[in-house]
């Protein structure tokens, strides 16, 4: 039986990870938030398991990576960790065994013939700078990213051509200063309006410097946003779709704008502006973010949104947060994962392949990535030892048949990437659910490929399924 859906040639078929969910902590210069908040509270993550050893990716990358290569994956994304490149944060100066390791990996995901996609923040701010400046909010802080960052080109970037500011910003937004599920878990409306500002500035100033150096001058450089539509209860009630409007512009927009168009979503300022919660900001700053836009996009897609107009009170003693303008909604007969607690719409994956198009000057965009969390998956072992993940290989080819319909359509995509190659640690959840091709065994650190690696290996022979 031939194979239905084909991809463009050279399409990307990968996975993507990140340093703190990946290499554990050894050797490390500095702490990160998160090594801190394990350190205060451990209580909080998933059967006390911490960022110590993690996936152990640190000691066991070259391994590791030729497990990747096996099942047939042609590109990679990692991410580079603040708190062990640089040993001096205020300088930018790298530590030695930082260089060591980073130029290892990097060489090693080339040797077997993937392609290295490097990010630069996956939630690792250095816990030092929260400590002394206020973190993100500090712009003191943009400006030692951005000396990071610069270390990061000017050491690798002879050999990886792609590169991504940030993975995820608005989380930064959401998990520390709005929902508490990040340390240090505030509710400050105002601060998290400037993190939000401060986090496309750092991007745009990250970006401008990548331009100006010869290194770079053949490399690309964009950022990884997670894109969670927002979808009305009713397309008919105009409260409905206002409120649909305003998720869009706080919790999409207000990152996808500024990369690819250099601005701020109007409805998002006109709003902040009204509710005197505006971000702190100059005019030399918005131009820089007007002329550093993106090459490409990454789009990390889970979930759909669904929301209603506000029906219930809103708790004035918290302050201004997003939520005094919408609901969120739960339909009736949604598909659920339950092990998450997330919806599963593969549609969705469709329509921001098309508002991307339509809406984004059909940048160059790609998945960077899609996945399935389960908990328990030992009970899919099966007689020889590996675990039997259709309902993973499921989820994957649904999403993928709406994404290929995107891009027959016309959608500029150019790669798919899962979540994640390798069991990861997950931040409060650590291991409790899984998602990865490949399972590790936490007391053995065994790593053995599960059916859907097995699978994604056909699929990126064929170029399609």
């Known amino acids: 039986m031939g194979n239905k859906y084909i991809f463009p040639e050279g399409f990307w078929w990968g996975s993507a990870t990140s340093g703190p ?13 998160f090594d801190y908040w394990y350190e205060v509270e451990p209580e909080i993550f998933f059967d006390n398991v911490g960022p110590q050893v993690t996936s152990n ?3 066991s990358y070259k391994s590791d990576i030729a497990m990747l290569k096996e099942i047939g994956l042609n590109s990679f994304r990692t991410s580079i960790q603040w708190t062990r490149l640089i040993k001096d944060l205020e300088t930018g100066e790298p530590d030695e065994d930082g260089v060591r390791f980073y130029n290892g990996v990097i ?10 996609v490097m990010n630069l923040h996956h939630f690792d701010l250095p816990v030092e700078l929260y400590n002394k400046y206020g ?3 500090s712009k003191h802080v943009v400006d030692l990213f951005v000396k990071f960052a610069e270390t990061a080109f000017e050491l690798f970037g002879d050999r990886v051509k792609f590169w991504a500011t940030f993975n995820e910003p608005i989380v930064v937004v959401e998990g520390q200063y709005l929902y508490k599920f990040h340390y240090p878990k505030l509710v400050d409306g105002k601060k998290a309006v400037q993190t939000l500002y401060n986090l496309n500035l750092a991007s745009a100033k ?8 010869e290194c770079s001058k053949d490399g690309k450089i964009g950022i990884i946003l997670n894109l969670t539509p927002a979808y009305p209860r009713s397309t008919e009630n105009i409260e409905d779709l206002k409120a649909a409007k305003i998720v869009d512009s706080f919790f999409n927009n207000s990152f996808l704008d500024p990369a690819v168009k250099g601005e701020f979503p109007k409805v998002l300022v006109e709003l902040l502006e009204d509710d005197n ?5 100059t005019e030399e700053e918005m131009s820089i973010i007007k002329n550093n836009t993106v090459d490409f996009l990454g789009v990390n897609y889970y979930q759909p949104r669904r929301v209603k107009a506000k029906e219930s009170n809103y708790d004035d003693s918290l302050g201004w947060m997003p939520d005094k303008y919408f609901d969120n909604y739960e339909m009736p007969g949604r598909r659920m994962n339950p092990y998450r607690g997330w919806e599963i719409y593969p549609k969705a994956i469709y329509d921001i392949s098309i508002n991307i198009r339509d809406n984004y000057n059909n940048i160059p965009w790609f998945i960077s990535e899609n996945g399935m969390g389960v908990e328990g998956e030992e009970k899919y072992i099966n007689e020889k030892g590996f675990i039997d993940d259709d ?19 016309g959608s500029n995509c150019f790669g798919y990437h899962t ?8 931040w409060c959840n650590a291991y409790k659910n899984r998602y990865g091709f490949i399972s590790v065994d936490l007391k053995t650190q065994e790593k053995k490929i599960k059916k859907s690696g097995n699978w994604i290996k056909e699929v990126s022979k064929n170029n399609g399924f």
């Not at 401008?208 to 150096?213: A, D, K």
């Not at 919660?277 to 900001?281: D, G, T």
Request: charged letters at 30%; one cysteine or more.
């Open 107 to 116: 060489d090693e995901i080339i040797k077997n013939g993937m392609i290295p």
């Open 57 to 59: 990716f640190y000691n």
């Open 419 to 426: 979540w994640t190659p390798i069991d990861c640690w997950s």
């Open 21 to 33: 969910q990946s290499e554990g902590s050894f050797n490390k210069k500095h702490k990160n938030v």
């Open 277 to 281: 919660v505006m971000w702190e900001s």
């Open 206 to 213: 990250a970006i401008e410097r990548f331009r100006t150096l």
């Open 391 to 409: 309902y993973r290989i499921d989820f994957f080819k649904e999403h993928l048949e709406y994404l290929h319909k995107g891009i027959e359509e």
């Open 135 to 137: 973190g993100w909010t």
